[in-house]
């Protein structure tokens, strides 16, 4: 659910990339990717990029402690769906498994144009998964399987929207159990690239935002970041 903690270096050409001998040296050119986790899944760790600008249209959303709802939004069906933090937890959580089924997409076809990540994560994360996937197009590698979201929580919801050009943006805090069992990575000769002690399944939080709240409080929303969590991985789907 995660690329492997490694420095981030700049190419030639000044994109951020990770460096996968972790040694934080600059490259001659364009990295090859890390062979470790499913990168394709998509969380960003984000001590990764720390380092680098980011080159994401929206700033890091930054909510505020006193505007977050620290119990789960439940969203059942007996909710009002008239109020704000349910209908923004409902398309949040839309957005997420948006978020996942559009990396599968673009990591199943080296071919396929990274544009489409623009609609589903912003910021940093977006910033990263594009450096991520460009590699892997570079490299003829492709997925093989689909991510599977085991399972799914709210745990928080802002909606300030007080400044979104400083990331005071509406934000919903998401942690989803993947699984990845049946998810590959392969390069152009069909062999795997992806380290046997890969976990399978896990938790990830998912920050996400919505820049685009005032004009479009219902289907603005993108993964702005993710980390993962260290806890027990949920049952296998």
């Known amino acids: 659910m995660t690329i492997r903690r490694r420095p981030m270096v700049r190419s030639r050409?000044?994109?951020?990339?990770?460096?996968?001998?972790g040694s934080g040296k600059r490259d001659s050119g364009?990295?090859?990717p890390p062979r470790t986790r499913a990168w394709a899944t998509g969380a960003l760790v984000l001590a990764a990029v720390a380092g680098?600008?980011?080159?994401?249209?929206?700033?890091?959303?930054s909510a505020s402690p006193t505007a977050v709802i620290s119990s789960p939004v439940q969203t059942s069906s007996s909710a009002p769906p008239s109020d704000p933090s349910v209908r923004a937890s409902t398309e949040a959580e839309a957005a997420a498994r948006k978020y996942y089924a559009v990396l599968d997409a673009l990591g199943s076809d080296p071919k396929s144009s990274l544009s489409k990540l623009n609609g589903v994560?912003?910021?940093?994360?977006?910033?990263a998964m594009r450096n991520v996937l460009r590699q892997q197009h570079q490299h003829e590698e492709r997925q093989v399987g689909s991510l599977v979201v085991a399972d799914l929580k709210i745990q928080s919801v802002n909606l300030d929207n007080s400044n979104p050009y400083a990331g005071k943006v509406p934000v919903v805090v998401v942690d989803v159990c993947w699984d990845v069992s049946k998810v590959d990575i392969v390069n152009?000769?069909?062999?795997s690239v992806i380290s046997p002690d890969r976990p399978d399944h896990g938790w990830t939080r998912l920050t996400v935002a919505n820049y685009r709240y005032t004009s479009n409080p219902d289907h603005g929303w993108r993964v702005a970041s993710g980390q993962d969590?260290?806890?027990?991985?949920?049952a296998a789907s």
């Open 52 to 61: 680098c600008a980011n080159n994401g249209s929206d700033p890091e959303p």
């Open 121 to 127: 994560a912003t910021s940093t994360q977006l910033t």
């Open 188 to 191: 152009a000769a069909g062999k």
């Open 30 to 32: 364009m990295t090859i």
């Open 13 to 21: 050409s000044g994109v951020c990339v990770l460096d996968p001998t």
């Open 229 to 234: 969590l260290k806890q027990a991985p949920c």
